[in-house]
């Protein structure tokens, strides 16, 4: 039997990569990234998602990974898209009225004539990465801390708990996102990763954690050290080949 080829689709506040990939996560095509257009109301989104895909072979199926609250397709909140120019910009009232409640997974299925899942990007992440047993935590490290969480391979509710307050009242996507990156210098911002994975420990006392987005790299050999053996590095790829394997993810 040919293999059913994915439309994987990985949006991020600062760009918006693709390809095509089968079941093994073996890509198509040369992956796609075009930056995120700002102001981006749902219908701009999906004509980029459109656009990329008929650059790309043509798929089977799409699969869309976006920031924030996704339940059954459909937004509950995202955060980077509600604003006038991007990540820590102005909140935009209609912007926030137009994401509200929007279903996503049905506009993309309708736009592109394909079955479509849209999840969480770092549900689409871990998708990509998790043994699929056991009870395994998935953290993107990027604009700001992405996660998901997973018992046997069933994916659990999201959870935004990177909004919770950790210091100072900051919360976790300020103390470990790329502006702080960018500001402490990666030694420094290496060791709020390891405090924070330190905290987190006794709270979900997983099996295995993955650290992955595009910013897990960026972590000193100084702090990797001092992870643990529980803990994982996965490389940002793992966002694409998600798209594939999310398909496959045991239902609740």
Known sequence: MPDILTLSVDCGGGGIKANVLDDAGTAHAAPVRVPTPYPLPPSLLVDTVAKIAAGLPVAHRVTVGMPGMIRHGVVVHTPHYITRSGPRSRVEPELLEAWSSFDMQAAVSERLGMPALVLNDAEVHGAGVIAGSGFELVLTLGTGLGSALFDGGLLSPHLEWS?????????????????ERRRLGDGLWSRRVVAMVDGLRPVFRWDRLYLGGGNSRRITPAALARLGDDVVIVPNSAALVGGARAWDLPQG
């Not at 909004?163 to 502006?179: C, F, I, L, N, S």
């Open 163 to 179: 909004h919770a307050p950790v210091r100072r009242g900051a919360t976790y996507d300020q103390y470990v996102g790329e502006p």
